[in-house]
């Protein structure tokens, strides 16, 4: 019997691909109206929110204009390359603040029970991840793999399969943030320092002290993200 692993759906990459559809793609040209926020929220399975942050970088962009009991409405066609990359990193940006404060609810949890739970081979291969990451070679394609590793090492010590999913269903999103931040001087070693205080905290089965340094860790990826996106 062959079992497959279960593909999760993530949210984020259907916000950044239907808006880039919709207006990139679409059939729509300045001057039309576009759907209301409850249409396209449902369409695109996301929260209002998310897609209101995004409405406000097109809106600022000046692509997108709201009119006071109107709706909004399409304001110019995007002919300049650069300016679609632009509004699309700062719709992925939009995409990756959120999920890091949703971060900030759920991992902090991850990691009080990790403090509570791990086993002594579950910090074994905590340590080797954070090993692997602090190897990272900055010019390797898949750099992003080893910070991967060292969070979902991390869920897996909580021993709770829902957890470790919740982890594992946002891997693509976190590789992408750290794309954003890998070459900012000097943060590869304020990440690895940032890490090593989440580490050292499991070990020493301190819960309240590993939600600090994950809340620390946290804190600076957003700090990091939100001054030096590209494009912003």
């Known amino acids: 019997m062959t079992i497959k692993k279960i593909k999760y759906h993530r949210v984020y990459e259907d916000v950044i691909e239907q808006i880039k559809n919709l207006i990139l793609e679409g059939n729509l040209t300045p001057g039309d109206v576009l759907p209301t926020e409850r249409e396209l929220a449902q369409s695109f399975g996301i929260s209002r929110g998310t897609l209101r942050e995004a409405f406000r970088i097109l809106e600022r962009e000046g692509l997108i204009e709201a009119r006071p009991g109107g ?3 399409l304001s110019k066609a995007l002919d300049v ?42 910090i074994a291969e905590i340590e080797a991840a954070f090993e692997k990451w602090g190897q990272i070679d900055q010019e390797a394609e898949d750099r992003s793999k ?59 089965r301190d819960p309240v002290k590993a939600k600090l340094a994950l809340l620390n860790h946290l804190s600076r990826v957003k700090e990091n993200i939100q001054k030096n996106y590209i494009h912003v």
């Open 71 to 73: 709706g909004r409405f």
């Open 81 to 122: 390359a650069e300016d679609r990359s632009r509004i699309l990193d700062n719709i992925e940006r939009a995409t990756i603040i959120e999920l890091l404060e949703a971060r900030e609810l759920f991992e902090t949890g991850i990691v009080e029970l990790a403090a509570k739970r791990a086993t002594d081979e579950d």
């Open 146 to 204: 080893p910070d991967q590793a060292f969070h979902l090492s991390i869920a897996k010590a909580t021993h709770n399969v829902v957890l470790v999913n919740m982890i594992e269903l946002h891997m693509d999103l976190l590789q992408r943030t750290l794309s954003k931040t890998a070459q900012i001087p000097g943060r590869k070693s304020e990440v690895y320092e940032e890490h090593l205080l989440i580490m050292q905290a499991i070990k020493e």
